[in-house]
């Protein structure tokens, strides 16, 4: 049983938990944030960074959000999301890995469209800053796909907390003031909705 609003017999839906109703036939525009239908359709899919997230398949979205406190220091971050936003936000630049050569990664821009699943860096361009500041990726289209798993790759995107990570998982870090992918750890672990080179 769920409320419209995502109020359920277990209490409100936090942290990305996601409702899944049996029954079928029933209209996404009565349903409330993060509630799937039998159908794999939703009203509004609405993602918490940093919080695992998970839908037993691909479901169709009447709208798709995602908000991240990002850092404005010029450094990349890295980001795979399950939905492709309808644009860009400003101050940003994007770009996608295309080949690793020895011990060099190489990326490239991106057109100012990011495709669902597919893991990519960010990097603000701005006026920089020690500040933070929240980054929201929308797409309010109507017929939004939101990904259950990400796109393979050798820049492979996660939406869960990568915590005890492979020998193989490079993880972005800033080290003095060059950025490199490092082997990850128990204690220097991927967040959910980022991205690690898997370099065997």
């Given at each position: 049983y769920i409320n419209p609003d995502g109020?359920?017999?277990g209490g409100k839906l936090t942290d990305n938990q996601m409702a899944v109703l049996t029954d079928a036939g029933i209209a996404t525009s009565t349903l409330g944030t993060n509630v799937i239908t039998a159908e794999n359709t939703a009203c509004r899919i609405a993602i918490t960074d940093g919080k695992d997230f998970y839908t037993p398949?691909?479901?169709?979205?009447?709208a798709a959000s995602y908000t991240r406190s990002a850092f404005r220091d010029g450094y990349h971050e890295?980001?795979?999301?399950?939905?492709?936003?309808?644009?860009?936000p400003a101050d940003y630049r994007f770009s996608a890995y295309t080949r690793k050569e020895n011990s060099t990664a190489y990326f490239s821009n991106v057109p100012p469209l990011l495709n669902a699943?597919?893991?990519?860096?960010?990097?603000?361009t701005g006026t920089t800053s020690d500040e933070k500041a929240d980054v929201t990726f929308e797409n309010n289209s109507g017929n939004v796909t939101v990904l259950a798993s990400p796109v393979s790759s050798e820049f492979i995107g996660s939406y869960l907390t990568?915590?005890?990570?492979?020998?193989?998982n490079y993880i972005l870090g800033v080290y003095g003031n060059a950025e490199e992918f490092?082997?990850?750890?128990?204690?220097?672990?991927l967040k959910a909705f980022r991205a690690y080179?898997?370099?065997p």
């Open positions: 109020q359920t017999l398949a691909d479901v169709t979205a009447d890295t980001l795979c999301l399950p939905f492709a936003p309808a644009t860009l699943g597919q893991a990519y860096m960010m990097k603000y990568v915590s005890t990570p492979a020998a193989t490092r082997p990850a750890s128990e204690t220097y672990h080179l898997n370099i």
